[in-house]
């Protein structure tokens, strides 16, 4: 078993945690409250920096949950942190909200958050410290080296793209 060293930056960051036995990724929580307005993108501090060994990558997604119960939206799909990065980790979420229902601001949820009625312009979401905003996965990466040629060899494929599996449909 590799050992990921793990560098609270701030008296906010919660160590990250596993939701079960058998989970893939870890949970990530916020580091202080952000509110996230419809068509913001803004950045959720995890106060967190990592000490990957090398040859290994941490992948930053999101958790299915808020994916399904609001619309924050990872909008780089999943973070990259290389083993040479010892800075901040961070969540990015958009806000593609469009709602007019409510004049409260939500929690990750989805839920109105009656603690922020009339703050926030409606649709807007409020993340707040130790809430679990992000998971985190760990891979090792295979060493390769990448050769420049002049051909590629032949599959049935070829350079069939964009839904030329029939997956489309």
Not at 78 to 84: E, F
């Amino acid at each position: 078993m590799e050992r990921v060293k793990v560098k609270l930056l701030n008296e906010n960051a919660v160590m990250p945690t596993y939701g079960s036995e058998g989970a893939a990724g870890f949970d990530l929580y916020a580091a202080e409250d952000v509110i996230i307005e419809p068509g913001q993108t803004k950045k959720v501090p995890l106060g967190l920096a990592f000490e990957l060994p090398p040859g290994y990558v941490l992948y930053i997604m999101p958790r299915s949950g808020i994916s399904y119960e609001t619309k924050l939206r990872q909008p780089n799909s999943v973070g990259v942190i290389d083993s040479d990065y010892r800075g901040e980790v961070a969540m990015m979420f958009d806000n593609i909200s469009q709602d007019t229902w409510s004049n409260a601001a939500k929690g990750v949820d989805g839920m109105p958050d009656h603690s922020t009625t009339d703050k926030y312009e409606s649709g807007s979401y409020i993340i707040r410290k130790g809430d679990r905003v992000c998971q985190g996965v760990i891979q090792k990466l295979p060493k390769i080296e990448l050769v420049q040629v002049d051909r590629l060899s032949e599959t049935k494929r070829g350079a069939g793209g964009f839904g030329s599996t029939g997956v489309h449909g």
